[in-house]
């Protein structure tokens, strides 16, 4: 199930962009500031997958479908990590954009 299909869920996402784009932030910065939330939900939601498909007693025989599965989701976690990191860079590049609140801010 996708992650935004829950309601608790996205409005925590939702609460996590907020906080991390602060006050006083454009439309292009809230928007940026929810892509790292939805990165930084994945990588929760992928790592929680794994701990809970990982065997607990090290005595027990590892089944090649488990394997299979941790090992698709160590690669579900590293593409999650690289979205995270672009959303970080996007959202820092949004912050440099200045954000013009009044029709009479003249830029030089």
């Known amino acids: 199930m996708p992650i935004a299909v829950d ?3 996205q409005a925590e996402m939702e609460a996590l962009a907020q906080a991390i784009a602060g006050e006083n932030t454009s439309e292009d910065q809230l928007q940026a500031a ?3 939330a939805e990165a930084h939900f994945d990588l929760k939601r992928i790592r929680r997958t794994r ?3 990982t065997p607990i007693s090290l005595d027990e025989r ?3 479908r488990v394997l299979t599965r941790l090992c698709a989701l160590d690669r579900y976690e590293r593409l999650a990590l690289g979205r995270r990191k672009h959303a970080v860079r996007q959202f820092d590049g949004s912050k440099k954009r200045p954000v013009i609140s009044n029709a009479r801010t003249v830029l030089f």
Do not use: C, K, Y
């Open 51 to 53: 701990v809970a498909a």
């Open 34 to 36: 929810l892509a790292v």
């Open 62 to 64: 590892l089944d090649p």
């Open 7 to 9: 309601r608790q869920i």
